[in-house]
């Protein structure tokens, strides 16, 4: 008999590929939970506030386990987990927490689970440690801290990096793309979530998630710009990066919030935010041998995923 | 973690598991592969994070023929970097014949073949930014590439192999993080001086590490600020030279107290079979077929490294010939010559005083001065000036404002003339050397005299490799290549010894009688000392050293790894 599991965010990059997953797994029945009312929805769908721990707690009713893949600003995210962990004290369902390598904050070199969480990065970081401390007092959770999520339609870590790639706004960063990208294919998180439902051993435990022999920032560019076939690609210069951060993010932040305050539909080029290049140099290489032993996930090989998310754009 | 030793106390003495002297290329290289090893490395450089006068001034030193050599403190910088912050960028492996021992070659033959540094060459590549490790021109490309010349064929030239140019990357810069963040210690400001050996001159067992009088308030918390220099020591399990090849026979012979002749020189090698490269422009080269006949442009790989190919003289041909590794580019006519007609190259003889010395010396010349040659460089500027201001945006976009540099200037000729740029090896030979003069530097250190010699026979792979190559062209119907048989020596050595390529000065081998140091790059009969660099090189090979000499760096690396547990 299926398992109900309930995912909140459902209607998220994550959580509409998780949705699929369970789907597909043979032994889950899952609902999909989302804010947003959909006349035609493939799955089993409720109309949900997360935030609203009566309505989350009527939800649970019959429920065996919940995906917690909400993506929202930080006072949110942990709004919504603060009502999920008390609404599931009646039932105590099996929950699975999607949380984040932010939760390492700065810190450099090989990252293992057991490494501190450090708040140094800003609110979101914070809000997923917060959530994170919540979860611990909670019990029965399986904590995910992915890498970056790559994968067909990923805006953050594909789709806008390919725009740039095309434009030769991004290429070879020399020194600034020697951080490690800890990248994982979005099957592969999907992978994590059901053996995490399913594993009695992933009970209360975290786990890393980001494919291993992860390459460095440069790599990932290059290896994306040929896969791409955006190639030769640039050398791009300190003096560019400034540019673009400091000179040409501003303007077109501003420009992009007030065409959308006068409802024009204006396609303007992304800024690439200062955050992003920061997170391009730090040298930081997220341990996964915990969730390949626990989880026995194999990770997907980067340049076939490449061929074929290029293929698809 | 970067240090400054003006901000050091006086007398201060440093631990560490090995301890690099010298932040360029190779020490960067070196320090860089040993990170993670759990090894404490302290690299320490002399010089700061920008050049500086007085250190650069330590260089100085004599030259016994001043139109053979470069004065000492030209074509290498005394700084963080090294002389990376100077780079041409020119990168290619060397070639297998280059380890072998030709009985025609004198002194040849390394102790090691290509096999032992060939699997550190991928990461020297990644080091040096200069994409994959592929040299050829099949290999390296997806798409077909131009034929260099087309329909040569040439039984004693192949145009498939390739050289790389680096952005040119300077190793302070570009890993400047990493050994900031790493577990790795760099002390700015650190001139060695002194190697103290152990009573029984087998090992050494304290340096001494001067800095100069703190004038500037370059120590950066100002605790340095005395004004006097100060002496340091330093403790090191093992200790690795990579000062370059004209700084590490200084440091050998300069210290004397166990060693009467200095250290690792008890059979008087230390210092001699001094190589650069022999390197020309010669003759005319014309060529038939319309603008497509010839390619001597650059080919940028996917990663955007340039690439170009050049003529390179086969291995069977060097032993059938027995003649030395020798390659060749074609090149732009001469600039002082007006009658090239060429507004480029007019324009880079009004140029000459905003070129560095270094890249000045091989792209114009002095001679006489005469307003009839200034005239007509005029004139040519002037007649061909859209020519001139589109050569000025390239070199200002690619070059001037790019972060990966367009390596060269390269002029294509409408009416297929061009000049040819040789580079060949230089024999190993004794009798080129390096020693001691009778000055010393403001730190007590003797001064360096180059005594840079060439030999018959290096004129002679120059002659029969053009000779050939003539013969070839003529040959293969692709056109004529002219040039003063009678003029390859004075040509070869029209500017002297090429510049930056200090080869050969602590010889690998396994003789202690013929070299400084044995296969694993420690000197002869001592327990911890280490050489790193151009310096080890046995013979010179046709190619540019830098690559080589960041390999070895790294196969140092993996043999101090595993040797010092």
Same mark, same amino acid.
């Given at each position: ?18 949705m699929?997953? +369970? ?50 600003d ?21 929950? *699975? ?9 700065t ?35 399986t ?5 970056? *999520? ?33 990248? *994982? ?18 009970e ?13 920032w ?68 997220? *341990? ?13 090989? +980067? ?11 | 973690?970067?240090?400054d ?11 560490a ?41 330590? /260089?100085?030193?004599?030259?016994v023929d ?14 963080f ?15 297998p014949?280059? &380890? ?34 592929d ?39 570009? !890993? ?26 087998k ?33 090191a ?36 079979? !001094? ?28 990663e955007?490294? /340039? ?19 020798? =390659?060749?580019?074609?090149? &732009? ?5 007006p ?7 007019s324009a880079?003889? &009004? ?7 270094? !890249?000045?010396?091989?792209?114009t ?51 297929n ?28 250190m ?34 004529? &290549? ?8 004075y040509?070869?050595?029209? /500017?002297?010894a ?20 044995d ?20 013979t ?9 000499? =960041? ?9 101090l ?5």
């Amino acid at each position: 008999m299926s398992r109900h599991i309930l995912v909140l965010g459902a209607d998220g990059y994550i959580g509409r590929r998780v949705m699929a997953g +369970l789907a597909g797994s043979g032994w889950a029945a899952p609902v999909a939970a989302g804010r947003r009312e959909v006349l035609s929805s493939p799955h089993e769908r409720i109309r949900l506030d997360a935030t609203d721990q009566v309505a989350l707690a009527r939800a649970l009713a019959g429920v065996e386990g919940v995906v917690n893949c909400i993506a929202a600003d930080g006072d949110t995210m942990i709004a919504a987990a603060r009502a999920l962990f008390a609404a599931a004290e009646a039932t105590r369902p099996r929950i *699975v927490h999607l949380s984040s390598m932010a939760v390492y904050g700065t810190q450099t070199g090989e990252i293992e689970e057991t490494a501190p969480l450090v708040d140094d990065t800003g609110a979101y970081g914070s809000a997923k440690i917060e959530i994170e401390r919540l979860a611990a007092g909670y019990g029965p959770v399986t904590v995910l801290r992915p890498g970056c *999520v790559y994968g067909p339609d990923s805006p953050q870590w594909t789709t806008r990096i390919a725009g740039w790639l095309q434009a030769r706004r991004l290429g070879d960063l020399g020194a600034a793309g020697d951080g490690i990208a800890n990248l *994982v294919h979005v099957e592969d998180v999907v992978a994590a979530v059901l053996a995490s439902l399913d594993k009695p051993r992933a009970e209360g435990q975290a786990y890393n998630l980001a494919m291993a022999g992860a390459p460095d920032w440069n790599g990932y560019l290059f290896r994306f710009a040929k896969a791409l076939g955006a190639v030769p690609i640039k050398r791009i210069g300190n003096r560019a990066l400034k540019i673009e951060t400091k000179f040409k993010a501003p303007p077109l932040k501003i420009a992009e919030i007030l065409a959308r305050k006068a409802k024009l539909n204006i396609s303007l080029p992304e800024p690439i935010p200062p955050s992003l290049l920061r997170l391009f140099r730090q040298d930081i290489r997220l *341990v996964p041998t915990k969730a390949e032993r626990d989880l026995g996930l194999a990770w997907t090989d +980067l340049d076939q995923a490449l061929a074929a998310i290029a293929a698809s754009l | 973690m970067i240090l400054d030793a003006l901000d050091l106390p006086d007398g201060h003495v440093l631990d560490a598991d090995i301890c690099v002297v010298g932040g360029g290329a190779v020490g960067i290289s070196l320090a860089l592969e040993l990170r993670g090893s759990g090894l404490d490395v302290l690299l320490l450089e002399s010089g700061g994070e920008d050049e500086e006068e007085d250190t650069q001034a330590l /260089y100085a030193g004599k030259v016994v023929d001043e139109r053979m050599h470069s004065p000492p403190d030209r074509y290498r910088q005394r700084r963080f970097g090294g002389s990376s912050t100077i780079w041409g960028g020119r990168c290619m492996p060397y070639d297998p014949i280059d &380890f072998e021992m030709r009985d025609y070659m004198p002194h040849s033959g390394w102790p090691i073949g290509l096999d032992a540094i060939q699997p550190y060459y991928p990461q020297a590549n990644r080091l040096c930014e200069v994409g994959r490790f592929d040299y050829t021109i099949e290999t390296s490309f997806d798409q077909p590439s131009r034929p260099m010349i087309k329909g040569f064929e040439s039984t004693h030239f192949t145009t498939d192999t390739l050289e790389r140019f680096s952005c040119p990357t300077d190793f302070h810069i570009r !890993y400047h993080e990493r050994l900031a963040s790493a577990g790795i210690r760099v002390l700015l400001h650190a001139n060695v001086t002194g190697l103290h050996l152990h009573a029984d001159g087998k090992a050494v067992e304290r340096l001494t590490v001067k800095t100069l009088a703190d004038k500037k308030g370059a120590g950066k918390t100002g605790a340095g600020k005395t004004g006097s220099s100060k002496t340091l020591g330093v403790r090191a399990k093992r200790v690795v030279l990579a000062t370059g090849g004209l700084e590490i026979p200084r440091l050998l012979l300069a210290n004397r107290d166990v060693h009467a002749n200095g250290i690792g020189n008890a059979h008087d090698v230390v210092g001699r079979y !001094y190589m650069c490269h022999v390197a020309g422009t010669i003759g005319t080269l014309h060529f038939s077929g319309g603008g497509d006949a010839v390619w001597n442009g650059y080919d940028v790989s996917d990663e955007g490294v /340039y690439c170009r190919r050049r003529l390179a003289l086969r291995p069977e041909t060097q032993r059938a010939e027995r003649i030395g590794n020798f =390659v060749a580019r074609l090149h &732009f006519p001469r600039i002082t010559d007006p009658r090239h007609n060429h507004a480029v190259l007019s324009a880079l003889y &009004f140029a000459k005083p905003i070129i560095s010395y270094e !890249y000045r010396k091989r792209l114009t010349e002095d001679g006489p001065f005469s307003w009839a040659t200034w005239l007509h460089h005029l004139r040519n500027v002037v007649l061909g000036w859209p020519d001139a201001a589109g050569f000025a945006w390239h070199m200002l976009r690619d070059r001037k404002l790019a972060a990966r540099k367009f390596p060269s200037i390269i002029i294509r000729s409408r009416s297929n003339l061009y000049s040819l740029d040789f580079h060949a090896e230089q024999a190993p030979n004794p009798e080129s050397r390096i020693r001691l003069g009778s000055d010393t530097d403001p730190l007590g250190m003797p001064r360096l005299e180059v005594d840079w010699r060439y030999t018959r026979g290096d004129v002679e792979t120059a002659e029969r490799s053009l000779a050939l190559l003539a013969a070839d062209i003529q040959a293969s119907g692709v056109g004529r &290549f002219d040039y003063d048989p009678a003029s390859v020596e004075y040509e070869m050595t029209r /500017y002297g010894a090429y510049g930056g390529h200090h080869i050969g000065t602590a010889r690998m081998g396994t003789d202690p009688k013929e070299s400084v140091v044995d296969t694993d790059c420690r000197v002869h009969g001592m327990s911890n000392l280490y050489i790193a660099g151009s310096a080890v090189f046995p013979t010179s090979s046709q190619a540019n050293p830098t690559l080589t000499a =960041v390999a070895l760096a790294l196969r140092l690396a993996r043999h101090l790894k595993e040797h010092i547990a």
